[in-house]
């Protein structure tokens, strides 16, 4: 049996961040992955790198967002440098569109209340139409304005998991793929991770399996409640530019293609798409762009996001078998950055990002108080 310093159960965003971080720290890391048929949401990632919006109900998570956003661009450029994969990231600020004055009014609320809760570091401007079309010369008479953050842009989510697949593996990283996981126990100082004909040794384990989390979880002691939601997108032919700076529902590519998102779906493991759903992604659109209204559509997908109960993060090291690890997110391609240049130096006996602190399976228990 193989030994290593850490196993990372899971290749995609999430597992490959921490374990590009952690091997480029030096660390002996085996990354065991299920393969092309696990459920991959950085698949259906819609590649945004974004702050704006999030953490409403915790502002910690606003900061944990923008401490990433803030180290994206020294990630890219070391994958840049150490593989020659290009992630296309690019900062130029974003915008969430509004399509009515009601719109305008409630995100302006909502923002105004995220400066608030943290200290004035998350900052953002309220744009009316007019300013809206300065900065997108094709936006549609229909939308009234939009909220702009300097803190959001976007980036290839599969070159980027190209990109840190082969950073680890350029830093000494063993990438194992194959069958799922089933098994994860302890063997004396050590944690022995068992699939189908395999067995890796490991002093310490992160469990970064996305939904496949939810049974591994237990096992090292730690709870991992975990629910799949369905987002939809369509990709139209490479078009002009139209975009230059990326939407919460629109982007253009490197390529030049529009995606078009995003659906929220709970409808279990099913990974399909629904015409009406795609539709109204397309009417949306079409409003924003009237551009796209004779552009072709060549191709469309679904893909299951990994969400917590309150959407989230989890993060949490096991007090009843030390070393073992979980790490659930939907925002792998926003949170890389920090998963590989902070989340993985806790991981390997670093103090805590006081970020994070708030994320951990607890915050989940209910709690009942009988009246005297």
């Known amino acids: 049996m193989k030994t290593y310093d850490f196993a990372i159960v899971g290749g995609g965003l999430v597992g490959s961040a921490i374990a590009y971080g952690l091997a480029k720290a030096g660390h002996r890391v085996a990354v065991l992955d299920e393969g092309d048929v696990a459920y991959r949401a950085s698949r259906g990632n819609f590649g945004l790198v974004w702050v704006q919006g999030k953490g ?26 150490l593989t020659e994969v290009t992630t296309q990231h690019q900062a130029p600020g974003g915008v969430h569109l509004c399509y009515s004055q009601k719109e305008m009014e409630l995100r302006q609320a909502d923002l105004t209340s995220l400066v608030k809760a943290t200290g004035g570091q998350f900052d953002f401007a309220m744009l009316d139409h007019e300013q809206l079309r300065e900065m997108i010369p094709e936006i549609g008479e229909s939308i009234t304005g939009a909220s702009w953050s300097r803190w959001d842009g976007h980036a290839n989510p599969l070159y980027l998991l190209r990109g840190l697949h082969a950073g680890f593996l350029r830093c000494g990283g063993t990438f194992l793929p194959g069958s799922k996981v089933h098994r994860v126990h302890r063997n004396g100082d050590s944690f022995v991770i068992e699939r189908e004909g395999e067995r ?13 989390n939810r ?13 799949p939601n369905r987002g939809e997108i369509l990709v139209t032919e490479r078009m002009r530019p139209l975009l230059n700076l990326p939407t919460t529902y629109l982007r253009q590519t490197g390529e030049g293609s529009i995606l078009m998102g995003d659906s929220h779906e709970d409808v279990g493991f099913d990974e399909g798409t629904e015409t009406p759903v795609l539709s109204n992604i397309a009417q949306r659109a079409v409003r924003a762009l009237p551009a796209l209204a004779n552009t072709r559509v060549v191709r469309t997908w679904g893909a299951l996001r990994v969400m917590t109960p309150d959407g989230y993060p989890l993060y949490q090291a096991s007090l009843s078998h030390p070393g073992a690890f979980v790490a659930c997110c939907h925002s792998g391609v926003t949170l ?18 006081s970020e994070i602190a708030p994320f951990t399976a607890e915050r989940f228990d209910v709690q009942t108080v009988i009246p005297a």
């Not at 910690?60 to 803030?70: D, E, N, T």
């Not at 049974?215 to 629910?227: E, F, R, S």
């Open 56 to 81: 409403l109900e915790i502002p910690s998570y606003s900061q944990w967002s923008m401490s990433s956003a803030s180290l994206w661009p020294s990630l890219s450029e070391e994958l840049r440098e």
């Open 200 to 212: 890796v040794q490991a002093e310490r384990v992160v469990l970064a399996a996305g939904l496949g």
């Open 215 to 227: 049974l591994l979880a237990p096992q090292v002691g730690l709870h991992a409640p975990l629910i």
């Open 336 to 353: 890389a950055a920090a998963h590989a240049k902070r989340l993985a130096p806790w991981i390997a006996g670093d103090s805590l990002p």
